[in-house]
């Protein structure tokens, strides 16, 4: 007769911290995804610009995958942080303010994809995966990937 040895059960880890230290590493959590999200909608705006001469929700929408209230959300939320401009129904525009955002993102998106090429990543994975990473990352980070990148 086999004899079956079950593994201990393992009980989840717990967050001893006190509360006011958890709220603010979510909270920390939340805006650093707001800022990902604003930063990924100026740099498609600068591309549908460049490459269509507009951005429009409904295209910023198609392009995102989400619906057009939802980039009217956001859009509203990038309008009051100075980074856009538009008129209801009409293209949106970046601000100064939003081009300088969207120039350092493709920045900061160019390092990273160039620095995943050079270790082997094909360009799709690159590509996809360098959307995530490139909010992510410190600037000497950044340095150091385009150092490597520049060497391979």
């Given amino acids: 007769m086999t004899r079956h040895v079950l593994a201990p059960q393992t009980q989840p880890a717990s967050d001893d911290r006190p509360a006011d230290l958890r709220?603010?590493?979510?909270?920390?959590?939340?805006?650093?995804?707001s800022r990902e999200l604003a930063e990924d909608y100026v740099e498609l705006i600068a591309e549908l610009i460049h490459d269509q001469g507009e951005a429009r929700p409904v295209d910023i929408a198609a392009r995102l995958g989400v619906k057009v209230p939802t980039v009217t959300k956001t859009l509203d939320?990038?309008?009051r942080e100075g980074l856009i401009t538009r008129a209801k129904y009409r293209s949106v525009f970046l601000t100064d303010a939003?081009?300088?955002?969207?120039?350092?993102?493709?920045?900061?998106?160019?390092?990273?994809?160039?620095?995943?090429?050079s270790l082997g990543l094909d360009p799709e994975?690159?590509?996809?995966?360098?959307?995530?990473i490139e909010h992510h990352v410190s600037e000497r980070t950044l340095a150091l990937f385009a150092a490597f990148a520049n060497k391979s």
């Fill in 23 to 33: 709220a603010e590493a979510f909270q920390g959590v939340r805006d650093a995804r």
């Fill in 77 to 79: 939320r990038l309008a």
């Fill in 98 to 117: 939003g081009r300088a955002l969207a120039k350092e993102c493709r920045r900061r998106h160019e390092i990273v994809l160039r620095f995943l090429i």
């Fill in 125 to 132: 994975t690159a590509e996809r995966d360098a959307e995530g």
